[in-house]
């Protein structure tokens, strides 16, 4: 009797790794800071601000625990005028990353699409909502990323 329950127990468990993929999550939102540790800005030659390009790297926190970062992150726009960008960004956290991309006018406030990651992001879909929270003397951040499985 104990070994056929040992038994439907195994199979059990083995049905429910087989439906649920490898790194698969559900909804949820993530919620970090992060400040910024470089900053480059590229401008075409004759110095018109269409096809500038932002390189921006920055480490991440998790506001709750410790002063220790978590992870980094590294974005890239392309400027269309004086204000609206496209940019794309990877989010490098400690169980994998994700990845960014959207038009935005200000580096203030914005939200922009998640379009995928790996690891235990592998597929996610959501949007990330940037808010500054201070400009001096290093730019800092909250980041909101909501997801969905």
Known sequence: MRKRIVISAIGTIAAVAVATPAGAIGPGAIRITDVQTSYTKVKPRGGTAAGSVELVKQRLYNPSLSERPIGRATLSCTFFDRRERNCSGT?????????????????????????GGTGLYDNVRGTLTVTSTGLRPTRRELLVFRLSG
């Open 91 to 115: 989010y490098f956290l400690p169980r994998g990353s994700l990845v960014v991309t959207g038009t935005i006018q200000s580096r203030l406030l914005y939200e922009i699409a998640v379009v």
